[in-house]
């Protein structure tokens, strides 16, 4: 199982927005590095939902439950989407900066490819944030 961060802006999708969906797809990437991210991923994969823009927080965590298929937004037929899954939200949400400020966190894409709207998570980093965000990894 792998771990990711997907990024939203949250007056267009909000944490909130995803919950009361439930099982909602994740449209709209245009990027093709984050569009091959969202290639890699599979069932039971899990995300951290990030609110970016003004909030740069993460606020809850979301599962695969539907592997890439095409985004049929994208006229050009050359994007994908997957199905997310509102799992749970943090117990406190981890801001941009408060990653920022962690060393054992420098090397995330988050942090080095800042305008990637999805990013892969390893194992480590991901504890440690489930841990910043008051909940077990």
Known sequence: MAHWLVKSEPG????????????????????????????????GDTAFFYHSVDEKRIVGIVEVVKPYYP????????????????????????TLAEIKADPRLSHLALIRHSRLSVVPIDDKAWAVLCEMGGIKP
């Open 12 to 43: 267009a999708w909000s944490w909130d927005d995803h919950v009361k969906k439930g099982v909602e797809p994740w449209n709209g990437v245009r990027n093709h590095q984050a569009a091959n991210n969202m290639k890699a991923m599979t069932v």
């Open 71 to 94: 985004d049929p937004t994208d006229p050009s037929g050359r994007f994908g989407m997957v199905d997310f899954k509102a799992v749970r939200p943090l117990a406190r949400p981890v």
